[in-house]
């Protein structure tokens, strides 16, 4: 059996926050080297602030300043930082209760090594040499009879006041199964590549390995055709972050003839508006040269000029 394939995959977006005005004046606090926690109905201090009482669940206003400097309550080590952490080398995730306040909070604490980290060790603020009125803006924790240490990257800034930009990224290494691997060798060749049922007939593109209805493994490959149908489409008309398409165009449900399961893809060689239900369309294949393990092969789909297929042809594959 040939062997799967596999590739890495990497997914990332900014994840941006709108603040509020307790968690907006706590991170405005932070820009200017300050911190500021709220008191709760008990007298209790909550550093970071909260918006509503844990105790009663009115909305908390009476800011408190705390220190900069703290005790850790409780700490891991973190021997490989990840990507996007405080720290590239090795630090201490703990919960630091600053002086004046009465939770702790979660923080990195550049210590060198795990031996100098303890509970009940005093630290103090690294603040960040950039503030921007972020939660970064304090870059770690460090002993507090420590030296600054060396500046920390500066945190992600927004275009205004009461907004945290917070990237997140993921990479790993996706694996296809090994009938999707079939079938991605079959769109590098300009082949279009599914699998029938053995019991109910049904032709599955791409290949599932089973028939999700009846169970059964779906070992019979078919070459389909690169013509279809659309059964059901949308015309997209908000722009983006990233779209290679100025709209309007249409992201449309195409059923190979030949196939039962529809597939997502672009319809384009017309007007939005002429885009329907039924309407014949051929794969407008890239050129050879551009082609690779991935249905991006196909650039879009556009229309035939035929007539359209019957409604009762394709009901019951919507």
């Not at 606090?29 to 009663?56: A, F, K, M, Q, W």
């Amino acid at each position: 059996m040939a062997t799967v394939l596999s590739a890495p995959l990497d997914v990332g977006f900014d994840y941006t926050r709108s603040l509020g005005p307790v968690l907006g004046r706590f991170v405005q606090g932070l820009r200017e080297r300050r911190i500021e926690g709220v008191r709760g109905s008990d007298g209790r201090v909550h550093v970071p602030p909260v918006e509503y009482d844990p105790v009663t669940a009115e909305p908390l206003t009476e800011f408190v300043p705390v220190g900069t400097e703290g005790t850790v309550l409780s700490w891991s080590w973190m021997a490989e930082p990840l990507e996007g952490q405080p720290l590239q080398r090795p630090f201490a995730w703990a919960l630091v209760k600053l002086d004046g306040a009465d939770t702790a909070m979660l923080h990195a604490v550049d210590a060198g090594s795990p031996d100098r980290v303890h509970t009940g060790l005093r630290v103090r603020v690294r603040w960040a040499d950039e503030r921007v009125g972020h939660i970064r803006d304090i870059a770690y924790f460090v002993p507090a009879d420590a030296p600054d240490g060396t500046a920390p990257e500066p945190p992600p800034a927004a275009d205004r006041d009461g907004i945290m930009i917070t990237p997140v990224h993921l990479h790993y290494e996706h694996s296809a199964s090994p009938e999707e691997s079939l079938y991605l060798r079959g769109l590098a060749e300009g082949r279009l590549i599914g699998q029938r049922c053995p019991a109910c007939g049904k032709v599955y593109i791409p290949p599932r390995g089973a028939c999700p209805v009846d169970g059964v493994p779906t070992a019979e490959e078919v070459e389909l055709p690169d013509t279809g149908i659309v059964t059901t489409f949308c015309i997209v008309n908000v722009p983006f972050l990233g779209q290679r398409i100025k709209p309007p165009y249409v992201a449309a449900y195409i059923l190979l003839d030949g196939a039962d399961i529809a597939f997502l893809h672009l319809v384009l060689g017309c007007d939005a508006s002429e885009v329907r239900m039924g309407m014949r369309v051929r794969a407008a294949w890239k050129p050879r040269d551009q082609w690779w393990t991935s249905l991006e092969n196909i650039d879009h789909f556009e229309p035939t000029g035929e007539p359209d297929a019957p409604y009762e042809s394709f009901a019951h594959h919507l």
